[in-house]
């Protein structure tokens, strides 16, 4: 189906339902810098949750407006500069054609923080584009994970994204 494609276990060795094993924590947070979402591809509707550290999110999404610091629980401000973050980071396209997202809902979780993003194509997707470049202007070493469903086949494959290999990547569906 894709080239790039990898299971997130292999792509990271460091991953095991979504946590973070093996790496000690240090005073300023974390050693590892990364993402991890779950797409949802039903019908014209396609469903990102996504999930990164607090601390990484709020630094990015301060850079992105040009603040010292970005509160991720005032929801409706920064719901709305996630959307615009978001929209210039991770990059959907269906049959050729960009697509737009918006926050559906978000949230904590333990250091994590979630975000429910939702998109609409014109009809069902046979080729669907993803580039995940969420956090790659802050960190290096950042590694952004995704598992897309398309639902009405049952495929399912894993992506990985790093800076050097930023996307996109197209997946084709049967119809």
């Known amino acids: 189906m894709i080239g790039p494609a990898l299971s997130l ?7 095991v339902a979504g ?13 590892i810098h ?9 019908g014209v509707t396609i469903t990102i949750r996504l999930r990164m550290f607090q601390d990484d ?35 959907l396209t269906a049959d050729g054609k960009a697509l737009t997202g918006a926050v559906a809902s ?4 333990s250091d994590m923080w979630w975000y ?7 009809r069902p997707p046979a080729r669907l584009g993803i580039a995940n470049r969420v ?7 950042q590694q952004n994970l995704l598992k897309v469903l398309h639902t009405a086949s049952g ?16 997946l084709t569906f049967p119809r």
Do not use: N
Request: aromatic share 8%.
């Open 9 to 15: 276990a292999a792509a990271t060795g460091l991953l």
């Open 19 to 31: 946590m973070a094993v093996g790496v000690a924590p240090t005073a300023a947070g974390h050693e």
């Open 34 to 42: 990364v993402s991890y979402g779950r797409v949802a591809v039903e």
């Open 57 to 91: 999110l709020s630094r990015a999404l301060a850079r992105f407006a040009r603040r010292d610091t970005v509160d991720l629980t005032a929801r409706r401000e920064s719901d709305s500069l996630a959307t615009a973050y978001l929209g210039k980071s991770l990059l």
């Open 106 to 109: 978000s949230g904590p979780e």
């Open 116 to 122: 429910l993003i939702q998109f609409r194509a014109e």
């Open 135 to 141: 956090l790659f202007e802050l960190f290096g070493d």
């Open 155 to 170: 495929d399912e494959t894993s992506l990985y994204f790093v800076p050097g290999e930023p996307g996109p990547v197209t």
